[in-house]
């Protein structure tokens, strides 16, 4: 932890976020890896400097046996690993990064009909068995960077959930009613809670089911299809689902009742789903269109759905899989069937094409409150931090930074009334703690820039009276606080 004193020599400090800008007319579209037959159940993520990194099966050496493969792209080039060659290996994947940006991959091993896991520690790939059965898996790490796993028994016809503790694999069944648990998808909240989404065999019907601590509960959420599932929470801890019935269909929660909508009616589209929700707790869903054989995306602003055909070069688009870059700009990595090769699709935001310098010396900027952060390519135009609409009654605390030509640290503070000295220090999970705590980097050793809420509709009654001083810091990884930009803003509440 950087020690206080660094920060009392420094005046106040503030950030923004601007709504993402999808007026990006054309998607960047390229290759992975065309070394042989890449196949099914794709998975990406973005890692914290914007880097993709993808988990695949690849049938390249012989059809009998395949690989799970991982690759990654550097900033330069695409790296690629083989995980685990041991027999058939590597469908049903799905990967996920910890907080140092190392991937652990789920996957199913047909050879022994077992679920597996891999994780590297920066140094070797692990591997181990973790129960019997496997299909279908999904993947998501708690806050102690701890596996939490859904699958499908098929042997029992059951959808079943395993964590590791720190020591040892826990199983659990979820639901046995009948042919359940296909096509899941699982997420965690903020109480690394799992929830899951899933196909009821038995009734084609999409199912929902989460752990509330004690015991899971389960809902139907349509009952007219729901295989191709892919879930989402938002900051709500929500849950959003795309899924395939006659169509493209999305269902989400509001704290009282599911809703449910077409997104695209064609027919045969839908397959494959995947969704990601951006800051604002909009979704953005990659899918198939098996009519066409194209790759197609669908998003929701707020108040329409767009559509839009991303990839349609013959036979490409199956296996999709979405993630969002800290702009909210979408990445999809998905399969040419025809060429046997694995691609990807980008859709970058303009403020991705944005950097600033590290400092060199002290630079401090002041700025009036706004309603939206101000990205630009130089340290004395940005206006990172912003409030919303303050006459509202609301009040959104957003960032916005574009990105940096060198690993950077990034210190967020807040004062509250009656005293500008009565400073809060923003911690890396959004959580407010005295300055006497000390000092800790928001984001740390990043290079990547970013749109974000921090805190979102805080009603303006609920807040004391008086102003609110906002600080950003941005100072370079190598720890020196005597380079540093600083921006400062304000804002004032009144009953």
């Not at 129960?131 to 959808?159: E, M, Q, V």
């Not at 009742?257 to 589209?269: G, K, Y």
């Not at 911690?427 to 809420?453: C, F, Q, R, V, Y």
Request: hydrophobic share 30%; net charge negative.
């Amino acid at each position: 932890m950087k020690k206080i004193r660094y920060f009392l020599l420094i005046p106040s400090f503030i950030l923004i976020l601007q709504t993402f800008n999808y007026a990006v007319s054309n998607w960047e579209i390229g290759i992975i890896d065309n070394s042989g037959n890449v196949y099914n159940n794709i998975s990406t993520a973005f890692d914290s400097n914007n880097y993709p990194h993808i988990s695949y099966q690849d049938f390249t050496n012989n059809l009998t046996n395949s690989n799970l493969k991982y690759a990654y792209y550097d900033g330069t080039h695409w790296i690629y690993e083989t995980v685990d060659s041991n027999g058939k290996v590597g469908s049903y994947s799905a990967i996920a990064l910890d907080e140092n940006n190392y991937p652990h991959i789920s996957y199913y091993d047909q050879t022994n009909d077992t679920l597996k896991y891999a994780y590297f520690d920066g140094t070797t790939w692990h591997r181990e068995t973790v129960d019997s059965g496997g299909l279908f898996t999904s993947l998501a790490l708690d806050k102690n960077n701890l596996p939490h796993i859904g699958y499908h028994d098929f042997d029992n016809r059951s959808l079943k959930y395993a964590y590791f503790d720190g020591t040892s694999w826990h199983t659990d069944i979820v639901d046995n009613d009948g042919y359940v648990g296909g096509y899941l998808s699982l997420a965690l909240d903020r109480n690394n809670h799992p929830h899951i989404s899933y196909f009821d065999y038995t009734h084609s019907r999409l199912k929902y089911a989460y752990f509330d601590g004690i015991t899971w509960q389960k809902t139907i959420v349509d009952n007219l299809g729901g295989m191709f599932s892919s879930i989402a929470l938002d900051s709500y801890d929500y849950p959003h689902i795309s899924y395939y019935s006659s169509g493209l269909k999305y269902a989400y929660f509001d704290g009282t009742s599911w809703h449910t909508d077409l997104v695209d009616n064609s027919r045969n589209v839908g397959k494959d789903s995947s969704i990601a929700l951006d800051t604002y707790n909009h979704p953005h869903i990659s899918y198939y269109d098996e009519d066409n054989k194209n790759l197609k995306y669908a998003y929701y602003d707020g108040t329409n759905w767009h559509i839009e055909t991303v990839d349609s070069n013959g036979g490409v688009g199956r296996f999709s899989s979405i993630t969002l870059d800290s702009y909210n700009a979408p990445y999809i990595a998905y399969r040419d069937e025809n060429n046997k090769n694995l691609k990807y699709a980008y859709k970058r935001s303009p403020y991705s094409y944005y950097y600033i310098s590290m400092p060199s010396g002290p630079h401090t900027f002041y700025y009036p409150t706004i309603s939206t952060p101000e990205i630009a390519s130089s340290s004395e135009n940005c206006k990172p931090f912003s409030v919303g609409d303050i006459d509202s009654g609301i009040i959104n605390i957003q960032i916005g930074l574009p990105n940096f030509t060198a690993p950077a640290d990034i210190y967020l503070a807040v004062s509250a009334p009656p005293s500008i000295e009565n400073i809060y220090v923003i911690w890396k999970d959004n959580s407010l703690h005295p300055l006497s705590e000390g000092i800790s980097p928001w984001k740390e050793n990043t290079i990547a820039g970013m749109m974000k809420i921090i805190y979102r509709d805080i009603p303006t009654q609920i807040i004391p009276e008086g102003t609110y001083y906002l600080w950003v810091l941005v100072t370079p990884h190598d720890g020196n606080f005597n380079n540093y930009y600083l921006w400062q803003t304000d804002f004032t509440i009144t009953h």
